[in-house]
């Protein structure tokens, strides 16, 4: 690779880096944000939470539109420097209507981000690397995980409002951006209508599906994993962290020999997601000490890092240099409804069917999604085949 597609490279990922900060930046503050604003009613700030994922997927559902009146590089310097003044400015919010709005806007810098941090590698790079990079982009989505994890519970040391300053990680991007993305008219490309139409959700589907499913099975994972770690084993708040930000590592490894688990399991890394959530699932399900619970972690971080860029991967390869105005959105939008969708029907339908005192009944339903991603998968094999090696 040269040294001008090292620094485009390095620029698009920038942006994959930033994309999972929509939440994770304060998931360590929700504690002390919900106690700071305990007279307001409980779902405006669970909104604090779902409002971004919402606006990114409807903020994708426009993205064709947009991407044929404005070139990349200007989508995306309105996207991260939104995202930065959208995020950060939080910390002067102490109203939960302005903290709201705020975050409404977060999700449409995100939605503008998110389809160009992936269409990108498609539309710049042939098939045969693509695995690879989306691999690294994955594994960046990750990192982002740990490094916004880590700086937000520090900073929500001092104050609630201080873990939203770790947004301000976007300058870093907005950088790059302006000194090595071209600023390409990718929606001129594409004369068909907007990305959401019946046509090409048939088409696309099997990723999209996919995604859905995967999504809604992994964040089963992080909204009942501290509870389940307290009330079952006992584990305290730094230790659960801990379990937390190892799996974020171990799926950012597998992110980066994600090209090399292509090239080796060329036909069965389809299954290696479904297969694998199963398998972590059913050891969360069943543990009654640490062991099981580490083994459910390593299972699970395996399965979002090997899960994630094996979808992308395929749609880019089937979406070929379109990618950023069909299929991405697709899959970005599908991502964050999956995450929007998760708590909203598992846990639910865990108490319905377990009843409140089973604290594991979220991965049994969890195991029973994973069965159904399974067979997802397996009925849309010939979908997911990747074309022969030259």
């Known amino acids: 690779m040269s040294q001008v597609n090292k620094k485009l490279t390095d620029t698009i990922l920038s942006m994959s880096l930033l994309t999972v900060m ?21 779902l405006l700030v669970q909104f604090i939470v779902s409002i971004p994922a919402l606006l990114i997927i409807i903020t994708n559902l426009f993205f064709l539109n ?18 930065v003044l959208a995020g950060a400015g939080c910390f002067l919010a102490d109203d939960i209507y302005v903290l709201l709005t705020l975050r409404a806007l977060l999700g449409v810098s995100v939605g503008l981000v998110m389809p160009l941090s992936t269409g990108l590698l498609a539309y710049y790079y042939p098939p045969e690397q693509q695995a690879h990079l989306m691999g690294l982009s994955a594994a960046m989505n990750q990192m982002g995980g740990v490094v916004a994890t880590l700086l937000a519970g520090l ?4 104050g609630w409002q201080w873990a939203f300053l770790v947004y301000l990680l976007g300058v870093f991007a ?18 068909r209508g907007i990305p959401f139409q019946p046509r090409q959700l048939l088409k696309f589907h099997p990723s999209v599906n996919g995604m859905l499913l995967l999504m809604m099975i ?49 036909t069965p890394i389809k299954y290696f997601a479904p297969l694998f959530f199963l398998v972590g699932y059913l050891c969360f399900a069943l543990a009654h000490g640490i062991l099981l619970l580490l083994v459910g972690a390593v299972f699970t971080g395996v399965a ?7 979808l992308n991967t395929i749609a ?18 599908s991502l964050y409804l999956g995450q929007f969708l998760s708590p909203v029907i598992v846990t639910p339908l865990a108490k319905i069917v377990f009843g409140d005192s089973d604290v594991a009944g979220a991965y049994k339903i969890g195991i029973v999604l994973c069965v159904i991603f399974l067979i997802q998968v397996y009925t849309t094999r010939h979908y997911q085949s990747l074309p022969p090696e030259e």
């Open 22 to 42: 929509a939440g994770a930046a304060i998931a360590p503050a929700l504690g002390v944000i919900k106690e700071h604003f305990s007279t307001s009613p409980a």
């Open 66 to 83: 947009i991407s044929r009146h404005f070139g990349t590089r200007q989508i995306a310097l309105a996207g991260l420097m939104l995202y």
């Open 155 to 158: 900073l929500a040391g001092i």
């Open 174 to 191: 907005i950088v790059m951006v302006v000194r090595y993305l071209p600023d390409e008219h990718l929606g001129s490309a594409n004369k």
């Open 218 to 266: 992994f964040f089963i994972y992080p909204t009942n994993f501290a509870i389940t770690a307290h009330e079952q084993m006992g584990l305290g708040l730094h230790t659960t962290t801990l379990i937390m930000v190892g799996l974020d590592l171990i799926a950012f490894f597998a992110g980066l020999v994600f090209g090399q688990l292509m090239q080796i399991f060329r």
């Open 304 to 310: 979002n890092g090997v899960g994630v860029p094996y």
């Open 316 to 333: 880019s390869i089937k979406g070929g240099r379109n990618s950023a105005t069909t299929v991405m959105p697709l899959l970005s939008a």
